[in-house]
């Protein structure tokens, strides 16, 4: 029973078989082999964006710096939530990519509202060339708390960003999970609500490590090229990344992938009703629940593996725990957590 | 017949078995998984380094740049050859992860000379403040040129940076290509010449992407973890760079394959002896050859690839080829490419 | 009538003569000259810490930069106050100077808690290497909000960082005016009280533009010297910066200049008793006053020159005005200030 | 007997008087003052620009290096000459401005060709996204060696810097003396020549330290602006800066102060004719002579200062002499040094 992260799980057998395929004979470094441009048509094509510029790295830090960086100079600020990923877990990598950019944290909590985005833009660019220099808007969806961008809140943050022509990042560490919770298409989700840059991540669910990071003008693209090479994420045998995403395009796997997090997820809700609290609103695959002490210690005692988001992992209060499903997580690990707490 | 890189081959089968291996169950991420661990200790045991700290990271570029920036403060410079890789192939990713550090290119070819390090040793830090500050010696083994350092010359090399107390870092893209030809052991190719971090390369011998970095004085590994991280080169699954470097630790893979590779680059010299002129001293994978005209044509008549290094490709003079083997390329095609070279 | 800025006036006379006592004769650059030996000297008697590194710089900016830099690496956090000059109105210099390093807004208004501070410092770390480092703690006295932090507050801060093991800095740009308030002497204001690196400075207090950084533990000489050269701040003809902070020094200049602009702020405060709103706690030279729009009006019309800090300038409702008192407002300025407010 | 440097001398008395008459009053800071405009007006007036952007800064560090940053992106490489200020004197500034880049050594002396400039700017940027690549070419006039670029030589290396759509900067530490030694306008010597951002130097002239940056295309203005303030270079009193440079305007004083180094340093290279080897072809004001050692000793008896470029203070073969004459240096003390080695 271990709901520690979507990066604990295995990849999918899929995925092992693509990068078998791949693994023969001889071919151009770099990206410049006939399967790793053949992966980037087909993102164009997931995403309906015939002229995108579109990349793959090996890690999500890397994704979103690179992005970042790319879209932001460094004596400009990026506008997250305060508890964006790209704030609170990444030791500083925006910062290092952007040659000493900031970023700004927009009050509130994880999912942005249109009006605290646009009061934290006024108040930054007030001071001309002594204050940071106001720079892009970055989202992340699913949020880190588990919560979800309806797409017409993505709509206004964009048309927020828009009104003082700032581009848009979308931290999709989560993504396929947020667009089948949404029902969405990816370009719904993205260029067509107004984001312009997209990391489309697979590294949590189902691939070994590959993020595509697409970039919806694709006049960044050299730029975006020469930081991801400076930063020593442009991989010689890059048909290894290829090959994974490739997988992951596959009948839609990371849609149906995400689908079964999502499922999990969802059997969990339903089964903590009246036993946990929730402190998300859950629709996609990651759970945050109050567990009242004797739940923790009986799920504790049956083996169950999860982070202590808030409270004493051995204290007597309640825990506020964080449960992720990922498309691995076996139905019966479901079931049993939920028999477990419910006995407790 | 592809002799354009030692990363243009594949993986070797029991590289992507290790990952299939790997490939099940829950584990924790960031190399905190119990494969992890062991692959770490089994390259200390290699080293013969018990306390080193080790660390893995996917590609030569990051594992270069993060040990340099862990030695080097911004305000100095680094010496190396003036072909060296961190300066002509890393589109300013030394630079980059120093914080503006620099590099001081010791006149001479590709196997710096005692007497050229230290006469630019010398030179650099008679500035005061006014002049980058003397940092770390960076060498090549083996190098960009397909030359071999002999064990003495990179003692005598760490003697010198060690009169002026500079730390020295050996760049190890093509490692086991050196032990092999060396017949040298791991820790008589670093610490016990005097080399403090080294990268222990396998993504140009056989991995898809994994190199090692050794540091022999563990002092500095919290501060490399922490550029890892920020670099976005720390994978949360990491477990399956562990286990490609578990595969190439077992039964010595890494120095069963670089045997190959070396043995097809010493059936290439041999073959092409009285027909190309050879432009360095290979003992390792890597053939710089000067090919008259009308053997380049028929090389490529034949399909032959190769960087021309030097000449024009489609001219009259002779070129300069470099000719990379690995460990997949097939006996039959250097036998293929000596024959259509000698009929020429 | 110009209340705007500590920088908007001109520097002391004996400033100027004493720069026109050094323009005499050839002497040796950087630093090295017999007169800026003297002045470092005398500042670490003034600071009765004989052992210190000073040196000086010509802004505030790289004053602060330089030291935070010096103490924090770029994987590291700065704790400062969510109104820290630092933060608010650097265009990002210190993430430039540190590298890419942050900073951690301590939740509160301009002065400090210990508990803040703890719970802060507290909260960052606990990510292990996904986090921000914790780095050094930073405080500014007088604040930017115009309050001073009583010696037991600084001594409290201090504690907080020790317990922690981080260093502290203190921005002093106003630093005279506090000390004057509070009575203090440099040593106990800074190193007595726990601060391990104090910006002392002069520019907004009658010089020209210097400002002395002191590392109260020496061992950070070296390094400061070689960051503020590749920050282009080691001024060759040194004499200039030497000879301001001469004069500084000179019969206690820096006191007497202090104690003028503080009772002018004291004046004024009295003045506005009954008719404005203080917002905050002046004892140095800045009163942020809330002044109701009749006042404000009447204030402009008779030319007085401030910032309306909070508030529309042009609008109905009250304003907010930072009213800044410096050694050369004259006193009958602040008089006729007073007569205008009273009479609105 | 002072030939150390053109910064071992005083400023002007007429530039201590401006600063004088600046002295009065409460002026807005930060360069938005009346004197700061003005300046800023004339110093287009004198380059013929009506367009440039103009700032000023108070070192040459941050002069070169804030230019550089502006116009040379972090994953590109500046080419310059083997011995420019901006690589051995700077304790890499220039790269820590641009955030990482690179300098590339022009193979030559202090004087590039504009073969070697092709030859050096064709053989980078042949790596596509592996090298560094192309950014600005920097030209040092006077060079660093005391040897001066003809009118027509900057033309051809603009042109060759045109040919590859690069920028062009100019390092004028020195400009005056070059402008004066050539008979050449600013203009001619800038733009007209196709410079595209060139340093006019005041702090090695007769200034207390104060260099103009002029961006012939405005474009760069706010961008230089914004690295300006985040490098700590943007003085809150400003009219100190600008009233330096108003004196040096004022008259032509650039130019009289120019000439006045320039005619010292040709009496003494008439005096040393037969006693000294010259190593450069001074026309500005810069010497390097090879003394013979008699002559170097006697010097030293007699008081004089001047750095050994080369060769051994204390041995017994000749030395090189680097010998700087300013505007301050004294007929006497020429002609005293011309007697002293003749007589040697």
Redesign the interface.
């Known amino acids: 029973m271990?709901f520690?992260?979507d990066?604990?799980?295995?990849?999918h057998?899929s995925v092992?078989e693509a990068?078998?395929r791949a693994?023969?004979?001889?071919?151009?470094?770099?990206g410049a082999d006939a399967l790793s441009g053949r992966v980037r048509d087909r993102i164009r094509d997931l995403f309906e964006a015939p002229e995108a510029a579109v990349e793959l790295?090996?890690?999500?830090?890397?994704a979103n710096?690179?992005a970042l960086a790319t879209l932001c100079?460094?004596?400009?600020?990026v506008f997250c939530s305060p508890v964006a990923h790209i704030h609170?877990?990444?030791?500083?990598?925006p910062?290092?990519?952007?040659?000493?950019?900031?970023?700004t944290l927009v009050p509130g909590d994880d999912v942005m509202t249109p009006d605290a985005l646009r009061a934290a833009i006024e108040a930054e660019g007030t001071?001309g060339?002594?204050?940071?220099?106001r720079g892009p808007v970055s989202i992340t969806q699913i949020t880190e708390r588990g919560n979800l961008y309806p797409l017409e809140r993505i709509r206004q943050l964009c048309g927020v960003a828009r009104d003082f022509d700032l581009p848009v990042h979308l931290d999709g560490a989560r993504f396929a999970n947020a667009a089948v919770a949404l029902n969405a298409s990816p370009a719904e989700m993205t260029w067509k609500a107004g984001v312009d840059v997209a990391v489309f991540g697979g590294?949590?669910n189902g691939l070994?490590?590959v993020e595509a990071v697409i970039f919806f003008d694709p006049e960044a693209h050299w730029?975006f090229?020469?930081?991801r090479?400076?930063?020593?994420?442009?991989?010689?045998?890059f048909r290894?990344l290829a090959a994974q995403m490739d997988a992951y395009l596959e009948g839609d796997l990371w849609r149906r992938l995400a689908t079964d997090a999502n499922a999990r997820a969802a059997e969990m809700v339903a089964g903590l009703d009246g036993v946990a609290t929730l402190r998300n609103a859950p629709r996609g695959n990651m759970i945050f629940a109050e567990l009242p002490r004797p739940v923790h210690t009986a799920l504790r005692d049956a083996g169950a593996?999860y982070y202590v988001w808030e409270g004493d992992e051995h204290g007597t209060d309640p825990v506020t725990a964080r449960l992720v499903c990922g498309w691995?997580t076996p139905p019966e690990d479901v079931a049993r957590f939920v028999e477990v707490a419910r006995a407790a």
């Open positions: 271990n520690t992260s990066n604990a799980g295995p990849a057998p092992l990068m078998g693994n023969d004979g001889h071919v151009a470094g770099y790295v090996a890690t999500g830090t890397a710096s690179l100079q460094p004596f400009q600020t609170e877990d990444e030791c500083n990598a910062e290092f990519y952007m040659g000493g950019g900031k970023l001071r060339v002594h204050g940071a220099q590294t949590k070994m490590g730029e090229e020469l930081r090479k400076r930063g020593g994420h442009l991989f010689s045998k290894y593996h691995s």
